[in-house]
């Protein structure tokens, strides 16, 4: 089983996600969240679940995501044990904004 540790920029993510449904409704924020967050206790039980993200190949690093609700690409970089949630994208954006934020999750 791999340790899960959540970066500052998913973290805001996350924020952000719950706060734009929480306008809509509160309990399409709570689902949605609880969603993201199941999918996180799948890739610490199975690291190697998401697909390796292309766009990320050149960096030479593990990064994988999966897809939430048809919407959203957690995106993930899986090395030893440790599983470091980067980012939880928004697929609706523009590809090359995710090329962009590349430079948040090299570390």
């Not at 999966?66 to 523009?94: Q, S, T």
């Amino acid at each position: 089983m791999a340790q899960i540790i959540w970066t500052e920029p998913a973290r805001s993510d996350i924020e952000s996600i719950f706060h734009y449904y929480e306008t809509i409704s509160s309990l399409l924020a709570d689902t949605i969240i609880d969603e993201i967050f199941n999918s996180v206790e799948y890739i610490k039980k199975m690291p190697e679940i998401g697909a390796k993200e292309p766009l990320f190949s050149h960096l030479r690093r593990n990064y994988r995501y999966l897809v939430v609700r048809k919407r959203y690409k957690l995106m993930y970089l899986y090395e030893g044990d440790k599983c470091y949630v980067l980012m939880i994208w928004d697929c609706k954006n523009n590809p090359k904004l995710l090329a962009k934020r590349e430079m948040l999750i090299d570390f």
